[in-house]
């Protein structure tokens, strides 16, 4: 019988017959691994959907996170409280915009009500646009402050203002005592004034959905950049380590167990505390935590790849040991990495989170969930929404990369499934 | 009438124990169902040893744990009666079952490693098996039991406070035994006993499994697939292939003169020392797929004695005239025969 | 009586004494272990507290500026540098660092009345032990009991539902549940108070000793103020509790998971032992092995929690400590109080090591 000759790249085509086999796995996983599947299925298009929010956040947001576009702290789905223009019916204006300009023209508003800042805004608008227009002239208003919504209406109706200023929800409840009076419209002209939010404004003004949408752009990116810096500098070393052996090995693990041992957010606080805040030095602080966990892994890994017969094989064929360490050692250490990569970046994101959360890290003006929550904190009487949804999308995302993980792990885990 | 779970056969020596008919187990896989065990008929005798053996995936050890119900999804038996001391098990609920086990029933696994829990010692093993079965026992009583046991078995009788791992692999076997024995089992099955066992203390062994078989009035079913530890110890041996009973017979009978093609093939490549320089036997082919076995008799693809009828039908498993039993059509009487 | 000294008699000397009875009763390779473990304690210590010394003097980053701000003076800057020795060598840096981390030494504070930093920790160390303890028992037994459980029904609803929420509990910012379960039950429900350790005018009623609230009121049968400590406990205790409970239980879970499909469960249950007993006593003992030695490390993650949770709910322990000193530029404290956190963790870790060796017969050295 013919023998084939000694070949020492038997695991390249094991490998290869791996892979074949793991993507026929794939496949057949769903009626076999049931649920497991869904989970990693699920968590797959979670994490795709949340990379597509972080890399075009301007495509998904409606509004810039930092423009100030609403009312402060407008609750989800609330109306802004029109502000509306009274006349009398035969009243020869329709909007503000038509009182005639350098002349100040009564308006009567309530007291303590945003009135007559609305009324004032409207008057700046209008002189504006008359600019714009090539027109002369401002348009100036008298604001008559009155205690009640029915002496302000009477004051319009007997003549001692020309207009009133109130809000329409306001008037709604007693035009029927006014039948002369009618609304000319709303005061503002901009259309941010009379939308609502889906998930409200925030103390400043800012919509909430999109300070969300934009802050999946920094939580990834600190994310992913802290697992990369930890995944990059732990492999290596863990192989070296493992492969290496001797003292090396030994000082080197002393040093991860230590760092491994220790309280992340700690040890992360305590970088930034001294680093200074800025992202980079966010993402160093994180990634350092991290590098232990790879570093044990790919070298346990490496420790027992090294005793397989295989790579005994080699080393007595003279094969070197870069060789050694990439061809036989590194592929079989892919998948526990993969899992690994993907709860450390679930992690980084929960850390940077808390970082931020604490004040510690970021420039003021960046969206970022942490921060959010941060603010939000002493408007929690008030306004439930500013600590609800920026700490609902950390968590999904957290999750999202968390179920990855988890359902690879069973997957990739022979000794979990049934004899 | 059934008589109370726990209480001793009271069956003659010679008497059928334990009656297996038309038993089948499957498994199912993700790559189909499997029929390990398949339409196995079998009767075993009160004080015998029965050897039962085959090839590895024969189904023998999935045969042992069926008899013990202790088969979990995705396996499930299928079909049959499992008839203990006139018991049907298959009846039982599994507390009634449960009671049963360990009772009178026994096992004795194959790898004495890892079968004992690292964390309890040795006595602790014996007392809870004896206390989980006979409540009123003091724990006094049911450690001088223990003791007792251990003596008996050949192990130094202080050593009994000690772990499992600060015991070689033969005083494990020996104290699996003993587990076993502890309330008197009427019926203990080895599942390959020796197989992780030097020569040596195999042979030790295997006296030991004699010896305790008359003391205690022990039947024993071994499972190996090791012919020469059958040869020594059975009476009767069952032999199995492709989850199905080939051949069942007298010690004698079966290896001076096999009559199944596959008996006979196993036995012939048995190494002897007589060869001399000629070549091993080897039989040709291999174990079917058990996910698609052939039609007809498992073995027909590779018997040389092979005939129509065997990929048609399968054959049955009736009684000879000598008091053996064979699943081969050679044996029994078909139209293609009295052409 | 100085805090850390009664904080030493409170958990010390139970605990000396027990790994005493350990020593006394326990075999030779028993008393080797511990031996050897415990000489081990010291080089950890010194380990970890070095970490921190590199990362808060060696790693590039400006302590003074951090401190003073950009706009320091250059008089300014030299005596705050003479002050924390920031002038001298390195090596001579690491050395007094060592030494006063040792001697308990731990520095002024730079901020306010600039007290001894090891009273102002000292006061708020039972503060966190009075947080972490309660969560970490609740974390415990939740954990262990649902994860033994689901392992049980593995495969099954119950199993998923488990395992869902170990995920989920997992994936929640602590301080955004700890935010969320403040505004459901005291902003809405009003239930519980919404921050503080003890209500304000119990508190005067209440005469303190070891500064452990719970502790004290019962010294002094101070019913009122044992009730409100209890109801001001219990959200941070759960919050903090909820989010270690999952990592329990997927760890219960995947152990014992395996320890079923072992050889001597099967063995175990063909002598006819019940399921109940074979799962408690057999899989669950033996899962726990694996799990203890991780228990180690969840320390570290009840740590980081602390800090976040005690900021969350305005709780004066030393995690809050930490996040303000950090805001007020106080370097001496923050670094004092990591290494204190660093001895934190070495002293639990030998404890967890010691619990391990003594469940675990096979354990020799």
Known sequence: MAHDRPRIDIPDWERELERVGFARRLLRARKWYGADWWFVAISSLMVVGFLLLAAFPQVFAKYDPLDLVGPRLLAPGERPNQEVLILREDSEFESIADFEPDVRTRVAVVIDTPSSEAARDAADVATEERAAAGLEGRIRLEILRIETLDEALDSLLNGEAVAVVASSSAFGEVDAGYPDLVIAGPVSTLEQDATSFPLGTNQVGQDVLSRLIWGARIAILIGFSAAILSFVIGIPLGLIAGFAGGKLDRILTLIMDSIYAFPGLILAIAITAVLGPSILNIIAAIGVLYIPTYYRVVRGQTLSAKQELYVEAARSLGARPRAILGRYIFPNVIPSVAVIFSVNVADAILTGAGLSFLGLGLPLDIPDWGIDLARGQEFIRSAWWLITFPGLAVMLVVLAFTMMGEGLVEIFNPKLRRK | ?339 | ?365
């Open chain 2, 1 to 339: 009438m059934t008589a109370p779970l726990t209480q001793g056969s009271t069956l003659r020596p010679g008497g059928t124990l334990y009656s297996l008919d038309d038993v089948s187990v499957r498994y199912a896989t993700r790559e189909g169902h499997v029929a390990a065990v398949d339409s196995v008929t079998l009767d075993i005798r009160k004080g015998e040893i029965l050897g039962l053996v085959g090839e590895s995936g024969c189904g023998k050890s999935t045969l042992g744990k069926a008899m013990l119900r202790m088969i979990s999804p995705p396996g499930k038996i299928t079909s049959g009666r499992l008839i203990f001391d006139g018991i049907d098990l298959l009846t039982l609920k599994e507390s009634e079952m449960r009671v049963l086990r360990g009772a009178r029933l026994g096992m004795v696994f194959q790898d004495p490693m890892t079968s004992l829990n690292p964390l309890e010692r040795i006595v602790d093993h014996i007392t809870e098996t004896i206390r989980t079965h006979e409540r009123r026992v003091s724990a006094a009583a049911a450690r001088d039991r223990a003791e007792q046991l251990i003596g008996r078995l050949g192990l130094r009788v202080e050593r009994i406070d000690d772990y499992p791992h600060q015991f070689s692999g033969g005083m494990r076997q020996r104290i699996m035994i003993a587990l076993a024995l502890a309330l008197r089992a009427d019926l203990v099955i080895a599942d390959e006993p020796t197989t992780a066992l030097d020569v040596i203390v195999e042979a030790q062994f295997l006296d030991l499994l004699r010896e305790l078989r008359d003391e205690f009035d022990l039947t024993i079913v071994l499972i190996s697939h090791n012919l020469g530890v059958v040869a020594e110890v059975a009476d009767r041996v069952a032999v199995m292939y492709a989850g199905r009973m080939a051949e069942l017979a007298e010690v004698n009978q079966l290896f001076l003169e096999p009559h199944h093609p596959y008996a006979r093939g196993l036995l012939r490549a048995v190494p002897n020392i007589e060869l001399d320089g000629a070549k091993l036997y080897q039989m040709e082919g291999v174990p079917p797929d058990l996910r698609h076995p052939p039609a007809g008799c498992a073995f027909h693809p590779r018997c040389p004695d092979v005939m129509a009828i065997c990929s048609q039908r399968r054959p049955g498993f009736d009684l000879l005239d000598d008091g053996r039993c064979v699943a081969c059509w050679l044996y029994e009487d078909h139209e293609e025969a009295a052409k």
């Open chain 3, 1 to 365: 009586m100085h805090p850390f000294v009664l904080m030493f008699m409170i958990f010390g000397l139970p605990a000396v004494i027990a790994l005493a009875w350990v020593f006394t009763r326990g075999g030779d390779a028993l008393r080797r272990y511990i031996v050897t473990r415990v000489a081990l304690t010291l080089p950890m210590v010194v380990i970890l507290v070095s970490v921190v010394f590199v990362v808060l003097r060696v790693m590039p980053g400006d302590v003074v500026s951090s401190t003073l701000g950009p706009k320091a003076t250059d008089i300014a800057r030299e005596t705050i540098m003479e002050e924390l020795g920031l002038d001298r060598p390195l090596i001579v840096q690491y050395g007094t660092f060592l030494r006063d981390v040792f001697t308990l030494d731990l520095g002024n504070s730079f901020v306010g009345a600039r007290r001894p930093i090891i009273d102002e920790l000292g006061e708020r160390l039972p503060a966190t032990l009075e947080l972490i303890i309660p969560a970490a028992l609740f974390a415990l037994i939740t954990g262990i009991y649902l994860g033994t459980r689901a392992a049980v029904r593995r495969k099954r609803p119950s199993d998923y539902g488990l395992r869902m929420y170990s995920v989920i509990v997992y994936s929640m910012p602590i301080f955004w549940l700890g935010l969320l379960l403040r505004l459901v039950f005291s902003v809405w429900l009003d239930w519980t108070p919404i921050a503080g350790r003890i209500d304000v005018v119990t508190n005067t009623t209440l005469e303190r000793t070891t500064n452990l609230l719970v502790v004290d009121s019962i010294l002094t049968a101070n019913w009122s103020a044992l009730g409100s400590a209890l109801h001001h406990m219990v959200l941070p205790a759960l919050t903090l509790g909820l989010v270690l409970s999952g990592v329990f239980l997927r760890l219960t879970r995947i152990n014992v998971i395996e320890t079923l499909q072992e050889d001597y469960v099967v063995a175990a249950r063909a002598r006819g032992i019940r399921k109940r007993a074979v799962t408690y006593s057999y899989a669950l003992k033996n899962a726990m092995i694996p799990v203890v030695t991780v228990i180690g490390l969840q320390v570290a993650i009840l740590l980081a929690g602390a800090v976040l949770t005690e900021t969350v709910f305005n709780w004066p322990g030393m995690g809050r400590y930490l996040v303000q000193r950090i805001s007020s530029r106080d370097f001496q404290a923050v670094q004092s109080t990591v290494a204190v956190f660093a001895l934190f963790v070495a002293l639990i870790s030998l404890a967890v090591d010691v619990v391990y060796s003594v469940l675990d017969p096979r354990v020799k050295y």
